[in-house]
Structures are given as structure tokens and as C-alpha cells.
């Protein structure tokens, strides 16, 4: 199979580890992972998320990217291309199961879309100055529970973060070359600040002296897991297409690695900044989406050149949000020109932008948003993770999965990495999927 003839190559082997970077960073880094970490125990949570982030990013993570660019193509292809290992009718058969992970993509993008909107609102109100003066409470309710009191963010947003992909994987990778080190930076900048806040070493004590005895919660494992699963961008679709448009002299392992360590470097800077800030000021670390739009705007509000923190914090999730959009909307676009040749980018492009744009400003209030991802993330998300962990692991022929691994690669990955894969990697996928089914928990 050749590549779509709108698609095109990362420049450079770090091109593409920040345009992976730019995936996995997002909302599950700077709002989901300090919540978590609030939630479930601090410590005990961090080593055990540590421990599924190796795994993940030793056998999942290079997978999808290995059969992106085996197919040389994203999800659709790729898994018709992995089931077809097996026969003609099988890889029809895969090439119709791949549209459910890439439905996740989409939906997932349509809600995502509209918390970057939020985003967007707090940075345009920090620099105007108005939300260093306002109850941030009755602030964020104003307009998360207003319908239609967004649009024009959102219209920015979408068409902004569209209109990056116009040149495919070369304006992917340029964007990104410039957000994620700015991102770093940001969150850097803003770690070192919340340092010198009093109270703060009591945040630092909760993250990394972990209380033992909540390795015996089983919830806290899950939990754990579920956020490895999502911070990665493991899902069966959103980092095939990446791999889709990786030279085959790259390692898929070594690169997989070295985004799941910037990733985690993402949230552990994330989690220094939120986290501290919230024990200085006697905070709810744990407090879902008000954490960013109510609980950190007004500890900004009380410290000094708050509202330079404040442009400088949602400037860097804006990024974040961005980055992690191009990837979903990608995802689709690319498929979508795969199978339908005839469609141009730009045709593509626009039918995403009214696809998104129409569903989402309808979920604009917090209590639309939430229930939509809520069904994604349950339902949609684990269920496509799953299917992409069996696809690879057990219906792919071992030889030929093995052989798109090792290519590249100058240690050669075998025995041990696939029983990893099969074994390990593809029961967590199981469990995942049948807790978030039957608990009905949303990830």
C-alpha cells in the first residue's frame, strides 16, 4: 500500500517526537493527571501510573505506530492491513472494525474541542485583566452553563487548529515544534512561582511519599491504568496515522519511549504547578474541570503579577489543546482521504469542521459536555483501545507484527516483547474496557 497523496513525512525523527508529544500532552496532562493524582492516594498513584506508562510505552504505543506505518496509512487502513495478515475476507472484516476507534476520535475531538474553547475564554479574559477581578465561580458559570455564549471561541478554535493540518504531517510537525518547547517552559516557569508559595511542601509531600496501603485498592490501580491509557493516546486510531508518516529507519520502540517520557514529564510539571498551589491555598486537588476555571484563577488572583501567571498558564494549555486536537482531527481526515480518494484535504478539512463545529456548539454548557464525554470515554475510547490491542497482538500473524516492529530497529524485538504485548499489554486493554462497561466509569 502507498501512502494517500496527501500525505506526507515528519522531517525529522524529532519532528515526530514532538508532534507525538503534542498528541499525548493535552487535558489529560494538565487538568487529568493532577486530578487524578488528587484523587486517588498522590504517591501510591504516581508509581503505579509510572508502572503502566513503561508498559504501555514498551508494546502499545509502538504498535500502533509500527501498523501506521506498515499500511503507510492511518486507522482504516491499517486495520484492514493487520487483519488481512490472516486472509482477504478478515482484512474486510478489520477494514469495517477500524470506523469504531476512528468514531472515537471524532467525538472525542467534538467534546475536546469545547474545552479548549473554555481555555481560550479564560486566556482572552486574563489578558483583558477581567478575571483577575472576578468570583472565578460565578465567572465560569456564566458561561458554562449559558448556551451559545461561546460560539466565537469555539469557531477559532476549531478552524484555527484545522487550518494547521492544511499541509498535513509538515504543518503538524512545525506547530509543534514551536508549542511543546513553549510548553515546558511555560510549565516550568510556573512550577518554579508556586515553589515559593507557603505551604506549597506539603503539595510535594502528598505527590511523592506514597501511603503504602493504598496499593491494596484495587480502584486506584484501575484508575492508574486508565490514565496511562489516555495520556499516551493509546486508542486504537490517533497515533497510527503518526506512525503513518514515519521513516522506516526509525526505531518505533526508542521513539515510542522517548514520548511517553516527555509526556510524563508534561504531567508530572503539570501536577508540580496544581497541586502544591492547591495545598498552599487549602484547595481541592481533586476537583474536576472547576480546577482549571475556578480553583487556579483565584489562587492567580492572590499572588503577585497573578494576571501575567494566569496569560502564561492558559497560553501553554491552549497549546496543549491544540497539539492534542491536530492529532483527532487528523486521525479522520487521513482516513477518511484514504477511502474516499477522490475527496481533496480541503474538501476533508471542511467536512470536519461543520462535523465538529455542528455537534459541538449544541454541548457548549458544562452540563452537555460532560454526559457526551462521559458516553466517549466509557464506551467509545475503551472499547476502540481494546480492539486495536487484539487486532495487533492476537489476530495479526506474530511474524509479520514482529517484522514491522524491527524495522528500523538495531535491537531486534522478539519473544519477550510480544509476550508482553499478548500477554500483559492486551488483559489490562480487556480490563479496562469491561470496568469502564460494567462500572460505567469514565476515564
Known amino acids: ?90 482484512g474486510k472484516a478489520g477494514g469495517v472494525l477500524g470506523w469504531l476507534p476512528l ?37 465560569f458559570s456564566e458561561f458554562s452553563s449559558k448556551p451559545y455564549s461561546v460560539i466565537p471561541y469555539h469557531v477559532i478554535v476549531v478552524v484555527g487548529t484545522l487550518l494547521t493540518l492544511f499541509l498535513g504531517a509538515h504543518s503538524i510537525e512545525k506547530t509543534n515544534k514551536i508549542m511543546m518547547p513553549l510548553f515546558f517552559l511555560i510549565f516550568v516557569v510556573l512550577a518554579v512561582r508556586v515553589a515559593f508559595l507557603p505551604g506549597s511542601l506539603e503539595g510535594y509531600r502528598f505527590m511523592f511519599m506514597p501511603r503504602w496501603e493504598a496499593l491494596k485498592d484495587p480502584m486506584i490501580w484501575i484508575w492508574a491504568m486508565g490514565q496511562a491509557f489516555f495520556s499516551l493516546s493509546v486508542t486504537g486510531s490517533g497515533m497510527i496515522v503518526y506512525g503513518a508518516y514515519l521513516s522506516k529507519k526509525e526505531d518505533v520502540v526508542g521513539v515510542a519511549q522517548h514520548t511517553a517520557l516527555f509526556d510524563t514529564i508534561a504531567a508530572l510539571v503539570a501536577a508540580l504547578v496544581i497541586i502544591p498551589a492547591c495545598f498552599s491555598y487549602g484547595l481541592d486537588v481533586g476537583a474536576g474541570p472547576s480546577l482549571l476555571f475556578v480553583t487556579l484563577p483565584t489562587i492567580l488572583q492572590d499572588i ?38 477522490k475527496l481533496s484535504r480541503t474538501a476533508v478539512l471542511i467536512i470536519l469542521c461543520v462535523l465538529c463545529l455542528g455537534f459541538g456548539i449544541g454541548m457548549e454548557t458544562i452540563d452537555k459536555w460532560g454526559p457526551w464525554m462521559d458516553l466517549v470515554s466509557i464506551y467509545i475510547i475503551p472499547i476502540g483501545a481494546t480492539l486495536g490491542a487484539i487486532s495487533w497482538f492476537c489476530v495479526m500473524k506474530k511474524d509479520e507484527l514482529l517484522a514491522a516492529i524491527n524495522t528500523g530497529s538495531e535491537k531486534k524485538h522478539g519473544k519477550l516483547w510480544y509476550s508482553v504485548g499478548r500477554y500483559i499489554y492486551v488483559p489490562l486493554a480487556v480490563i479496562l474496557c469491561v470496568v469502564a462497561l460494567f462500572m460505567q466509569i469514565a476515564f
Open 103 to 139: 468514531a472515537g476520535s471524532l467525538c472525542i475531538a467534538i467534546g475536546y474541542a469545547v474545552i479548549v474553547t473554555y481555555v481560550l475564554k479564560a486566556l482572552v479574559d486574563s489578558v483583558a485583566g477581567t478575571l483577575m477581578t472576578a468570583d472565578t465561580a460565578v465567572w
Open 304 to 341: 503577585p503579577v497573578g494576571r501575567l501567571f494566569a496569560i502564561i498558564l492558559y497560553l501553554a494549555m491552549i497549546f496543549a489543546g491544540v497539539s492534542s486536537l491536530q492529532n483527532m482531527f487528523e486521525a479522520v481526515a487521513e482516513s477518511l482521504m484514504h477511502k474516499f480518494p
Open 1 to 90: 500500500m502507498k501512502h494517500t497523496k496527501n500525505a506526507k513525512s515528519f522531517a525529522s525523527r524529532w519532528g515526530f517526537i514532538l508532534a507525538s508529544v503534542g498528541s499525548a500532552v493535552g487535558m489529560a496532562n494538565v487538568w487529568g493527571f493532577p486530578n487524578k493524582l488528587g484523587a486517588n492516594g498522590g504517591g501510591a498513584f504516581l508509581l503505579i501510573y509510572l508502572l503502566f506508562v513503561f508498559i504501555f510505552s514498551y508494546v502499545g504505543l509502538p504498535a500502533e505506530f509500527a501498523m501506521g506505518r506498515r499500511a503507510a496509512t492511518g486507522t482504516l487502513g491499517a486495520y484492514e492491513n493487520a487483519w488481512a495478515t490472516r486472509g482477504k475476507i478478515m
